[in-house]
């Protein structure tokens, strides 16, 4: 399936749209329908959402801010989607409140743990939303890529800051709030009922390479996205990157 992120965009991404599709697909073959379910919980204005609804599924985004809503709303409309892009006030929290206990294919968790009060709830909640047999999406930040990257900017000490803050945070001007290693998100996965499948590093080098390098090499950013989807797997670069995608899988016959 092709890549439906912009190129630039494609290398902050491609990693987890390579997971995803491979889940999505064995998702379609296992229950025989083409139109999956997904919920995408804070999904923002659509940076997944979107592209998942031009594969012709079928995609509810809750999400706590006005803004986020209406940017999504006007994009699913431009991009001939609208009709299956649903975007409904909400958060992680009171997700019931607005989407259905039980009612989705696969859900969406990116980029959200890092805000909410208690992680585990959250994940609670997502899993909560699958169907058996669903499949949960989670992407959150790192912390080693984090330490890395203050460190190669020379800012020592809050690299140091960031090692030994129990969320992760290099200072008071640190505008995530909460950062996660593997270990942990995929602890959290198995403390709310599912199986672990894939962990993937998202970001491993991207972040740190000087954009020039980038932008003016002939053929280096398709070099850049091959190395990012070769290291992404190796437990190795999990301790360095930006990012981490763990997939979650819940049971066929009982749900989660
Ligand atoms: C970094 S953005 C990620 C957006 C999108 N998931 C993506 O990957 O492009 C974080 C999103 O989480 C939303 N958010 C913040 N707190 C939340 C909460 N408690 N429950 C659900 N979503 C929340 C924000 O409004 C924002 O849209």
Redesign the pocket.
Same mark, same amino acid.
């Given at each position: 399936m092709s890549d439906p992120m912009r190129p630039r965009a494609a290398l902050r991404?491609a990693v987890v749209w390579d997971v995803l599709q491979d889940a999505l697909e064995r998702r379609v073959k296992a229950t025989g329908r083409q139109a999956l379910d997904v919920l /995408?919980?804070?999904?923002?204005?659509?940076?997944? %959402?979107v592209p998942l609804a031009r594969l012709g599924h079928r995609v509810t985004v809750?999400?706590?801010?006005p803004n %986020?809503l209406f940017a999504l709303e006007r994009r699913a409309a431009e991009e001939g989607v609208a009709d299956r892009v649903h975007g409904v006030q909400? /958060? %992680?929290?009171g997700?019931f409140d607005v989407a259905e206990r039980g009612g989705y294919d696969v859900v969406?968790?990116?980029?959200?743990l890092?805000?909410? /009060?208690d992680p585990a709830e959250?994940v609670r909640n997502t899993v909560a939303a699958l169907r058996p047999g669903g499949v949960l999406s989670l992407?959150a930040a790192g912390l080693g890529g984090a330490v890395l990257a203050r460190a190669l900017a020379g800012h020592f000490t809050e690299a140091r800051q960031a090692l030994d803050d129990p969320n992760g945070r290099w200072g008071e001007g640190d505008p995530v709030p909460r950062r996660f290693t593997a270990e942990q998100l995929t602890g959290l996965v198995r403390g709310a009922g599912l199986e672990v499948g894939a962990v993937h590093g998202v970001r491993v080098f991207s972040d740190l390479v000087p954009g020039v390098l980038v932008d003016t090499e002939p053929g280096a950013q398709e070099a850049l996205l091959k190395l990012e989807a070769a290291a992404a797997e190796l437990a190795a670069f999990h301790s360095v990157a930006t990012q981490l995608h763990v997939l979650g899988e819940a049971g066929e016959a009982d749900g989660a």
């Open positions: 991404t /995408d919980t804070g999904g923002g204005s659509g940076n997944f %959402a809750v999400d706590p801010s %986020a909400g /958060d %992680a929290r997700l969406l968790c990116h980029g959200v890092e805000y909410v /009060d959250g992407l």
